[in-house]
């Protein structure tokens, strides 16, 4: 199982980035993924999961109406889009997969992509 993730980078407040997530040694388009992200203020904060048709998703209140998560099962590529962007959204940003017991426990995680948002 592998997950790459790629897209992160600075931007500045009110700005827009989309991730991506790109998945191999399994079958992609069988299982839920999710966004999980890293922040210095929050510590590992789940973000967004999308079920493996695409057509159900979830998200935190603190980016409900901002982050769009979608996949492209044919290419095996997760995404995030990220729009209206707040410093608070600064931090690491991993794809995950197979949530375990505890929260943000999961066992499979990308190397995760940085995002600061800063003016």
Not at 44 to 68: H, M, Q
Request: proline letters at 7%.
């Amino acid at each position: 199982v592998q997950l790459v993730e790629s897209g992160g980078g600075l931007v500045q407040p009110g700005g827009s980035l989309r991730l991506s997530c790109t998945a191999s040694g399994f079958t992609f388009s069988a299982y839920t993924i999710s966004w999980v992200r890293h922040t210095p203020a929050k510590g590992l904060e789940w973000v967004s999961d999308i079920n493996p048709g695409g057509d159900k998703t979830f998200y935190a209140d603190s980016v409900k109406g901002r982050f769009t998560v979608s996949r492209d099962n044919a290419r095996n590529t997760l995404y995030l889009q990220m729009n209206s962007l707040k410093p608070e959204d600064t931090g690491t940003y991993y794809c995950a997969r197979d949530p375990g017991p505890s929260p943000n426990e999961y066992n499979y995680w990308g190397q995760g992509t940085q995002v600061t948002v800063s003016p």
